[in-house]
């Protein structure tokens, strides 16, 4: 009889102990998502100014080399009038192909 009492209370104690390691499994996983989340969160943000800080220099690089192509075509306007004739040729005569 005391063999089936002390079977009891180590039964009751490791349903005690499954119990605690389901909470203590649930919080862990909870702890998981919100750190993934943060750092997902993270990520994008990181990611978008990265993106606006390349738009920005494309944007600066195509501005200077509009200012770099004007400043050539007004110091030489017959050449740049000459080749603008040849490849409107070009093209045309590729168009009627």
């Known amino acids: 009889m005391t063999a089936s009492i002390r079977s009891d209370i180590d039964l009751d104690s490791v349903k005690s102990d499954i119990a605690a ?3 203590d499994v649930a919080a862990l996983i909870e702890h ?3 750190n993934a989340s943060e750092g997902a969160s993270a990520v994008h943000d990181e990611i978008g100014h990265r993106v606006k800080s390349l738009g920005k220099e494309a944007a600066r690089d ?11 075509v007004s110091q030489r306007p017959v050449l740049a009038s000459l080749i603008a004739l040849c ?11």
């Open 21 to 23: 390691l389901r909470g």
């Open 62 to 72: 195509g501005r200077d080399a509009a200012d770099a192509l004007t400043a050539w």
């Open 87 to 97: 490849v409107g040729y070009v093209g045309a005569r590729a168009l009627l192909r």
């Open 32 to 34: 998981l998502r919100q």
